[in-house]
């Protein structure tokens, strides 16, 4: 045999070798854990040599503030809020005993039912392929409710935009923006024609290009243009629930995608029949428009 048979006869056995391996060990490591790898792929070498991002578990002192915490790890508090969406539901008031988890350069996430990591990327504003990358997700099929991945370079948590909106603690709905109140729900005279007619929401005046945000998780239903709405969105959120952003200026989300509660969807405009820039805001369930004033907290 000369020497470049070798080589191919050498490389032609590791080669089999490797498949053996996997063929063996696929299946079964396929159904362990999110750090559980397929098999052998070129980029494992390389692979190996990303550390996976220490998780501090710090437990919460009686007394003990977000914002104390956040300064003795070093990190941020809306990240330490985003780390811990499950856990804290009051910016103000921390129970003592609590486990939070503090992780750096990044946010960790909890998959919610419905999510994929393109809808994970979208929210945080993270290319895909680092998601998958920083938890050694190459050779998954699925992601799974409750699994939790680090989001590297995440600064923005839209958990701590909807606490903020929801005035601190958790509530059912948050504001999609912050302004005032230019009309309520009900039935109102037509500005223009006189006529009497039925306001399915509420107006909000906000200064066009408002970044708009959704006032709970869920899907997007509707993400396009009406002659009345202008630009506009819906989101279907659990529960029968529907919420509706009309007269936008800019749509960012697009049909199918899920999003969270407190994740930009739009900004706000005066498209479509809208006499100023305001948003136009529904809740709905099944079907039944519902006094977004009666849902969201003061
Ligand atoms: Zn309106």
Same mark, same amino acid.
């Given at each position: 045999?000369? /020497?470049?048979?070798?080589?191919?006869?050498?490389?032609?056995?590791?080669?089999?070798?490797?498949?053996?391996?996997?063929?063996?060990?696929?299946?079964?490591?396929?159904? &362990?854990?999110? /750090?559980?790898?397929?098999?052998?792929?070129?980029?494992? &070498?390389?692979?190996?040599?990303?550390?996976?991002?220490?998780?501090?578990? %710090?437990?919460?002192? @009686?007394?003990?503030?977000?914002?104390?915490?956040?300064?003795?790890?070093?990190?941020?508090?809306?990240?330490?809020?985003?780390?811990?969406? =499950?856990?804290?539901?009051?910016?103000?008031?921390?129970? @003592?005993?609590?486990?939070? +988890?503090?992780?750096?350069?990044?946010?960790?996430?909890?998959? +919610?039912?419905?999510?994929?990591?393109?809808?994970?990327? !979208?929210? %945080?504003?993270?290319?895909?392929? &680092?998601?998958?990358?920083? =938890?050694?997700?190459?050779?998954?099929? *699925?992601?799974?409710?409750?699994?939790?991945?680090?989001?590297?370079?995440?600064? !923005?948590?839209?958990?701590?935009? *909807?606490?903020?909106?929801?005035?601190? #603690?958790?509530?059912?709905?948050?504001?999609?923006? !912050?302004?005032?109140?230019?009309?309520?729900?009900?039935? #109102?005279?037509?500005?223009?024609?006189?006529?009497?007619?039925?306001?399915?929401?509420?107006?909000?005046?906000?200064?066009?290009?408002?970044?708009?945000?959704?006032?709970?998780?869920?899907?997007?239903?509707?993400?396009? #243009?009406?002659?009345?709405?202008?630009?506009?969105?819906?989101?279907?959120?659990?529960?029968? %629930?529907?919420?509706?952003?009309?007269?936008?200026?800019?749509?960012?989300?697009? #049909?199918?995608?899920?999003?969270?509660?407190?994740?930009?969807?739009?900004?706000?405009?005066?498209?479509?029949?809208?006499?100023?820039?305001?948003?136009?805001? &529904?809740?709905?369930? *099944?079907? !039944? @428009?519902?006094?977004?004033?009666?849902?969201? @907290?003061?």
């Amino acid at each position: 045999m000369n /020497r470049s048979v070798r080589i191919a006869v050498i490389w032609g056995g590791l080669g089999l070798l490797l498949w053996a391996w996997w063929a063996h060990q696929g299946p079964m490591l396929l159904s &362990e854990s999110f /750090r559980a790898q397929g098999g052998p792929t070129v980029d494992d &070498e390389a692979l190996s040599l990303v550390p996976a991002p220490d998780i501090i578990e %710090y437990e919460v002192q @009686p007394g003990e503030t977000l914002e104390q915490i956040a300064a003795r790890f070093g990190v941020s508090v809306e990240a330490l809020v985003g780390s811990n969406a =499950n856990t804290v539901d009051n910016l103000h008031s921390l129970e @003592p005993g609590t486990i939070l +988890k503090i992780v750096k350069n990044g946010v960790l996430h909890a998959v +919610k039912p419905g999510q994929t990591l393109t809808d994970i990327a !979208r929210t %945080y504003g993270v290319p895909l392929a &680092e998601i998958v990358h920083a =938890n050694r997700l190459e050779d998954r099929e *699925y992601i799974y409710p409750g699994e939790e991945f680090f989001i590297p370079g995440a600064v !923005r948590s839209p958990t701590w935009t *909807y606490l903020q909106m929801a005035g601190g #603690r958790r509530s059912l709905f948050a504001w999609p923006v !912050r302004g005032v109140l230019s009309s309520g729900f009900g039935t #109102r005279i037509h500005p223009i024609s006189g006529e009497p007619h039925f306001h399915q929401g509420i107006d909000i005046e906000v200064p066009e290009g408002t970044e708009v945000y959704a006032a709970s998780a869920g899907k997007v239903l509707v993400a396009g #243009r009406h002659s009345g709405y202008g630009l506009y969105i819906v989101l279907q959120h659990s529960h029968g %629930y529907r919420t509706l952003y009309a007269h936008l200026a800019e749509i960012g989300v697009y #049909r199918g995608q899920f999003v969270e509660g407190g994740q930009v969807i739009g900004r706000s405009g005066n498209t479509g029949n809208s006499t100023g820039p305001h948003l136009h805001f &529904e809740i709905l369930q *099944y079907g !039944r @428009p519902l006094n977004p004033l009666a849902l969201l @907290p003061p």
